[in-house]
């Protein structure tokens, strides 16, 4: 064509080359961000606009309440927050909260996810039960999934402040986590189906959302710290667990169950089972417990 030809593109074209290499803030699609209303479509219509190409999606300094799904499932995507403020409510830094059951925060999953990541920031749910001895949390799923992406999905300083259940990993090896803390009450990390050496570091569960009596006596009955079922040559390193029924379970699945473990310089104080075999040919090697 000649230089004086018109051309024309739509907007979505335009918007996709203006977000090639550089990332999306979620206010841009419609976030509030205000701890009141529901920014989850808006944070799954900044991951949409990044499409296959993946990208960063930014996440301010503020307050996003959850009461939809958030599926990430076309691309690799990376949930950047501006870090937080350690506590039992939100405060300063970036807070995920969710007050309602019946779905799942955040879902990773098919192969085109792999290689997605989340980053600096809390996420709480909301328990209002009266502490008292028939005290138990609130049924919420995982709050995040990741379901067969067959590569890893990372999670790196994570704040999980009072959460029923924290990350789920299946079918998807070479998952990294570091620096996972907090307070989780049913399970805090589960992983099976993981065929690829899959790596934790810096593990640190302790009661500090709430250290009332009968909400410790909860999770010394029921609680699990880290949960391996069929998972291949994992490694873990530099956990501490206080208050819980186990630390490690290693227990199967219709997959079957853990042949190989490494875990090095674990503390565990205040747990009922500080090592759990539950599955017969269970084999590892742990050093500095």
């Not at 300063?92 to 980053?119: C, E, H, I, K």
Request: hydrophobic share 45%; glycine share 10%.
């Amino acid at each position: 064509p000649s230089p004086n030809t018109t051309r024309r593109v739509s907007k979505a074209q335009l918007r996709r080359q203006l977000l090639t290499d550089r990332g999306v803030d979620v206010r841009d699609f419609g976030a509030v961000g205000n701890g009141v209303a529901n920014d989850a479509p808006a944070i799954q219509a900044a991951i949409n606009a990044l499409g296959s190409a993946g990208g960063v999606v930014n996440l301010g300094a503020r307050t996003y309440r959850l009461a939809s799904a958030i599926v990430v499932n076309n691309g690799a995507i990376r949930l950047v927050g501006q870090g937080f403020n350690e506590g039992g409510s939100p405060g300063a830094g970036t807070w995920l909260t969710v007050d309602q059951t019946n779905f799942t925060p955040f879902t990773f999953s098919a192969t085109a996810a792999r290689g997605s990541a989340v980053m600096n920031l809390a996420v709480r749910q909301t328990h209002s039960a009266t502490q008292d001895a028939s005290w138990a949390p609130t049924a919420y799923d995982w709050f995040f999934r990741v379901e067969n992406c067959l590569g890893g999905v990372d999670f790196d300083n994570i704040l999980l402040s009072g959460i029923n259940r924290g990350i789920f990993i299946r079918n998807s090896g070479r998952a990294d986590l570091r620096r996972i803390r907090g307070q989780v009450f049913t399970a805090g990390i589960e992983i099976d189906e993981s065929f690829d050496t899959a790596r934790l570091m810096n593990i640190h569960f302790w009661p500090f959302w709430s250290a009332n009596n009968n909400v410790v006596r909860w999770q010394q009955v029921n609680g699990d710290a880290m949960i391996f079922r069929r998972v291949d040559g994992i490694f873990v390193d530099q956990s501490f667990v206080l208050g819980y029924r186990t630390m490690f379970r290693f227990s199967s699945s219709a997959a079957g169950f853990t042949q190989k473990f490494s875990i090095g310089q674990a503390y565990a104080d205040f747990v009922r089972h500080g090592v759990l075999v539950e599955a017969a040919g269970t084999d590892g090697q742990i050093d500095s417990m």
